[in-house]
């Protein structure tokens, strides 16, 4: 039996139900049946997984979905070492946090919609790792978009949630506008849309080059690219990222889930996917590197600033996925996954931490919290623990994985690992400082809210804090599969995904990867130092700093004016093209002024012929004659 | 006859599709007016008894052939070779079935919106659905071209008896650009009837070969008729006019079959007929299909009226489907036959979710919602998935649609294909933002205490909701009609078929003496 097939259906079954019954039969008790379902995907993910672990890869079709002429396409399945932690991180991470949400979401009017949707979210999230085509991976990816844009705008009523589900659906359609022309050109190039024969095939077409415009542009940089617009997009990288801190304006079990967890990652997972292409162009992994290093670096200094508690965990997830590109950048695609992996736990962790503090708080804004960490120590110690893993701090999952990542960059011996080497270095700093920022201005010193606010401070029910703490477990702990050698690890997760993603080749010495752990690990402690001097013990330092430095201070605060700067060079260029010229000009008076003019003419004209009309015998007989004249001379000439 | 199969089924199918809702209307006009109710129900189930007669269109076709199947064939008017003449294949089987479904939600969804004159109103809609069958399944030129301009009255008096404020200027915009168009094909018409020696026969007059000047010229004169009925930039300012005066029957004909009219045409008559001046004129045609994809877009994006909106979206959509159609391969062509089911679906279910909220509230107006999804969570629901078929999300039909006519504009064109791809982002901008402001936000106070949909409005939408996921999820059910038919005509197109130069006028010539 194919047992696999229960992993995306059971939480299809579950969507179906909550939302044909959910209004109203099911309506307070839609958990159940969404929960029951993620957990019975897990159980079946992790039997697929050790499957996996022994050997087995799964490579089936189900049936044939669209044929057309030569282009055909299935709906099929591939279950590999990849898809297998893909699957362990969605339902695991995925479980924890629908738990969690039956009690974030406890009362809420909505509460079966929102089931239904993360439950659809689930399904949508499988089919796209679970594919081995690129047509059912773009049913996913565009599933979990919708899903996204639903639970984004959940709280509809308000309009920056709304804004904010409609803004993240049509950015992410730029990016995937790139990644259907894409489909398209590996379409055309190999005549198939399905994983095996375009990975095999691929290096046959090494150094083909495709005119465009002129160019010669080299087929396989290009295909690369217009996949990588797709990650872009997804994985909210510049300069796609304006839509994923606006998306914060969803519940937060959804931040945690769509938007750190797994959706996000889904451009990560691709291009790890793709890597049999990517790895034919240097020029496509290097604008992968270059792309998520600079986005890791930008994300991060603007977490600096930012006082809203979602929108700061945002910028640091921009961050990270930047950092996991940046890895793919450098052909160390295990890394990047190994980070995926990672940070799936302790981001879920932070995101959820920070959903029971608004939970108690009832706002989002640190510079009003304070000193929570008595009234909530659960949720304040597992925090601590998930910014520990976050920052780098040796021995938390974290830390392996990001370690991993600044070797691989600096050992890939380019001249682009060593820049993104520097940027990710750099990141080593802030990430550690913004999230102890965020912990000690949220849970340290006096609270700074209103006296009322104060009174309803509590810690969250078990339904939430267990989730909390399993998520901790696994921030500490999940990344001891992948400990490298040097550690006296075996790099477990590495090998494991070695015959999908292979090994890069890395240019070092014992020395130098010792070095570099220990300069990574110095500046994250250095961070969390310098955070705890300016936020516990001298707290007019950053208030100081960010007036002296004013219009730095600005410029982060507003996060570089990305948005500003779309809506004057995108959005009302558009807007007024639509309504000047094209509706009001082409529309309203040149085809219309045709349309309407051509019979008034007519018309004009007929009032003229009407004169002759007149009703007068002698002018008949005139232009009787006149004809008969005519007509003989023709006849004559 | 090796080019058909006859029709083996015990009732002529093609006939009863046609004449069965004309019957209705005959039988309707027995009816005393003062008994509404009973009007509708004969209607109706005049209407379901031919949809449950053109079921066999569906379960019975062949395949495997490209041959015409199903077909009827008596002579008519032997002394001009005039013959009652059926059949249907790969290209136009579908849209006779969904000619047939779209009476049935027409009649369903007017039944409380029309208030006077009910009697001819439903005789009308009869009238043209059976008009519109016959269009899809003459084989005959001159039978076609009665069913082409008969169908013309009907829809006429549902515009301009039943509609909007402006319905007038509406009705004689769309009737003179459709006659000019028709009277341009009409000389074609005759034209070929005489080339060919006197026959209107349409498999004989698609298997010969006229010369290349005769094809440049007679291109045109057919484009002119179909490029209104598509409506095809720039010919295309008719249609919202008439879609946003037309009530919401009128509309969802409009929509769903009768601009399809356009669309066939070039797929039965242009291609075939003219195929040498068809592979010339792609580069045009491509040109006003991305044309149409992205202007009627950005038209899309700051429409304040919601019938506007759609009307717009049709023109978009429509581009796709004529890109398809001339990027001439297998993906474009079905693409866009697939993609002129879906269209009819979705936008005709889209005009019917308007209809139902017009009813409410009788205001078409964006501004006058706000919250919808607050007060009528049902509608909501319904309307979204419409919403999300529009915009093509896998999963939904209209992503098949929209993938395979792409991919076929790419193959045909990269840069045609890069353009139109853009209509995609756009479309999800428009058809979100529509939503946006009718469903979510703030309550209007205006919509505080309407009604959610009831049963009879489901019943209508929900069979379109389940076409949107089948076509999605399975639509190989669906292509697998196409196959061989479009393979044929790609092989009648493919190659070369030019005769010898002849003076255009020598033919009419003959004719006058």
Redesign the interface.
């Known amino acids: 039996m194919k047992y696999y097939l229960l992993i995306p259906f059971l939480p299809l079954a579950a969507f179906v139900i909550n939302i044909l019954f959910g209004r109203g039969l099911i309506r307070d008790k839609a958990h159940w049946i969404s929960c029951l379902t993620i957990i019975g995907s897990f159980i079946a993910s992790i039997i697929t997984g050790i499957d996996v672990i022994n050997g087995k890869i799964i490579n089936e079709d189900l049936y044939t979905w669209i044929v057309a002429g030569k282009f055909s396409v299935s709906v099929g399945f591939l279950i590999d070492p990849l898809t297998a932690v893909m699957l362990f991180v969605v339902t695991g991470v995925g479980s924890l946090i629908f738990i969690y949400s039956i009690g974030y979401m406890h009362g809420d009017k909505g509460y079966y919609r929102f089931f239904s949707y993360l439950s659809l979210f689930i399904f949508f999230m499988l089919m796209l790792i679970m594919s081995n085509n690129f047509i059912q991976l773009y049913l996913g990816w565009e599933g979990v978009g919708l899903c996204s844009y639903f639970l984004i705008g959940f709280w509809y009523e308000k309009k920056a949630a709304a804004d904010a589900g409609k803004k993240a659906f049509i950015t992410n359609r730029f990016g995937d506008f790139g990644f259907a022309l894409g489909v398209f050109m590996i379409f055309l190039t190999f005549g198939s849309v399905h994983y095996i024969p375009v990975f095999s095939e691929v290096k046959n077409i090494v150094g083909q080059t495709v005119n465009i415009l002129g160019y010669e542009v080299n087929l396989i940089t290009l295909i690369a690219l217009l996949l990588f617009c797709g990650a872009v997009g997804k994985s909210a990288q510049i300069p796609l990222h304006v839509w994923l801190p606006d998306a914060m304006e969803g519940p937060t079990p959804v931040s945690a889930l769509i938007h750190a967890a797994t959706m996000v990652t889904a451009g990560v997972f691709m291009v790890a996917r793709c890597n049999a292409i990517f790895n034919l162009s240097q020029v496509a992994m290097n604008v992968v590197a270059i792309v998520g290093g600079v986005t890791s670096l930008f994300a991060a200094t603007i977490a600096v600033a930012q006082n809203d508690i979602k929108r700061v965990i945002a910028y640091s997830t921009l961050s990270h996925l930047g950092m996991m590109f940046l890895a793919c950048g450098v052909g160390a695609y295990a890394a990047g996954v190994f980070h995926l992996y990672t940070h799936a736990f302790f981001k879920a962790l932070l995101f959820l931490a920070a959903g029971s503090v608004i939970h108690a708080v009832g706002h989002n804004d640190i510079q009003r919290m304070g000193g929570l960490r008595k009234y909530m120590p659960i949720t304040y110690l597992t925090m601590f623990v998930a910014a520990l893993s976050a920052g780098g701090i040796p021995g938390l999952a974290g830390f392996f994985s990001k370690d991993e990542i600044i070797w691989s960059a600096f050992a890939s011996g380019s001249l682009v690992g060593k820049f993104v080497w520097v940027l990710v270095t750099a990141v080593a700093f802030f990430t550690p400082f913004y999230s102890f920022r965020m912990i000690f201005l949220a849970f340290h010193g006096k609270f700074r809210g209103t006296h009322h606010e104060e009174h309803h401070l509590h810690e969250s029910p078990p339904v939430m804090t267990i989730p909390l703490i399993f998520l901790a477990l696994g921030a500490i702990g999940v990344g001891w599969v992948g400990i490298p050698e040097i550690l006296g690890g075996g790099a477990h997760f590495a090998e494991f995904l070695k015959p999908v993603l292979g090994h890069p080749e890395f240019h070092g010495t014992h020395a130098q990867e010792w070095g570099i752990m220990g300069l990574s690990t110095t500046i994250a402690i250095s961070g969390i130092i310098i955070a705890a001097i300016f936020y516990l013990m001298k707290t007019y330092i950053p208030i100081k700093l960010a007036q002296q430095l004013s219009p730095i201070y600005r410029l982060l605060f507003n996060k570089y004016y990305v948005d500003e700067l779309y809506h004057h060079i995108l959005i009302r260029p558009i807007l007024w093209v639509s309504t000047r010229f094209i509706e009001g000009i082409t529309d309203a008076k040149i085809i219309e002024g045709i349309v309407n003019g051509v019979p008034k003419t007519i018309g004009r004209f007929a009032v003229i012929l009407r004169k002759i009309q007149s009703g007068v015998t002698q002018h008949y007989a005139i232009f009787m004659a006149a004809g008969v004249f005519i007509l003989v001379a023709l006849i004559l000439w | 006859m090796e080019q058909m199969v006859m029709n083996k089924l015990s009732y002529p199918i093609l006939s009863t599709i046609i004449f069965l809702p004309v019957i209705g209307a005959l039988i309707l006009t027995l009816i005393n007016r003062s008994r509404e109710s009973l009007i509708k129900w004969v209607a109706l189930i005049f209407a379901v008894a031919t949809f449950f007669l053109s079921i066999p269109l569906f379960t019975q076709f062949d395949k495997s052939t490209y041959k015409m199947q199903f077909v009827e064939r008596h002579n008519w008017i032997p002394v001009w070779n005039i013959e009652y003449f059926l059949g249907v294949d790969g290209i136009s089987v579908l849209l006779v079935l969904l000619t047939t479904v779209s009476s049935i939600l027409c009649i369903l969804i007017s039944w409380n919106s029309i208030k006077i004159k009910v009697k001819e109103f439903y005789m009308a809609i009869l009238l043209t659905c059976g008009a519109i069958a016959g269009v899809f399944s003459s084989l005959d030129f001159f039978l076609f071209y009665i069913f082409w301009e008969a169908m013309l009255i009907p829809m006429y008096l549902i515009i301009g008896v039943w509609g909007g404020p402006n319905r007038i200027y509406a009705t004689i ?1 769309f009737i ?2 459709t006659l000019v168009g028709s009277v341009l094909m009409l000389v074609g018409i005759l034209y070929v009837y005489f080339y060919a020696g006197r026959t209107f026969d349409i498999l004989k007059l698609t298997a010969l070969t006229y010369p290349y000047n005769i094809q440049f010229w007679l291109f045109w004169a057919f484009f002119a008729a179909f490029a209104v009925k598509v409506p095809m930039f ?1 010919v295309h ?2 249609l919202p006019d008439a879609h946003t005066e037309a009530p919401t029957a009128g509309s969802v004909i409009l929509a769903a079959i009768l601009i399809k009219m356009g669309a066939y045409g070039f797929l039965r008559f242009s291609i075939p007929l003219f195929p040498d001046a068809t592979r010339a004129m792609v580069p045009a045609m491509l040109t006003l299909s991305v044309i149409a994809i992205i ?1 009627a877009g ?2 899309c ?2 429409q304040k009226d919601l019938k506007r909106l759609i009307a717009y979206s049709s023109v978009s959509h429509m581009g796709f489907i004529t890109m398809g159609i001339f990027a001439l ?3 474009g062509i ?2 866009g036959i697939l993609q002129m089911i879906n269209h009819g679906v979705v936008t005709g279910a889209l005009f019917m979710c308007v209809g139902v909220i017009y009813d409410r509230t009788h205001s078409r107006q964006i501004a006058d919602y706000g ?1 919808l ?2 007060h009528m ?1 049902i509608y909501a ?1 319904f309307f979204m998935v419409f919403t ?1 078929a529009a915009v093509g ?3 939904t039909n209209g ?2 649609g929209e ?2 006519t ?2 076929g504009g ?2 045909a064109n ?1 840069l045609v ?2 353009l139109a ?2 209509g ?2 756009i479309g ?2 428009y058809m ?2 529509l939503y ?1 402001k009718v ?5 209007n106070p205006k919509v505080i205490g309407l009604p959610d949909m009831d049963l009879r409005e489901m019943v209508a939408l929900t069979p379109l909701i389940l076409f949107v996921l089948w076509i999605g999820v ?3 059910q669906f ?2 009609f196409m ?1 061989p038919s479009v393979q044929h005509l790609l092989e009648r197109v493919s190659v070369t078929n030019i005769a010898e130069e002849t003076n255009i006028a020598r033919v009419f010539m003959e004719v006058i003496r």
Do not use: R
Request: proline content about 7%; glycine content about 10%.
């Open positions: 915009k003179l650009y720039p300012t008719w202007y950005l038209v994006l700051v391969n297998m993906q079905e693409g919250g999804a607050t969570p629901g999300l999300l896998p999963g992503f098949i993938f395979l792409l991919l790419f193959t990269k294909g890069v791809a853009t995609v982002i999800a901008g979100l933002i946006q469903f979510f936000m703030k309550v399975y639509p190989v292509l697998d196959h």
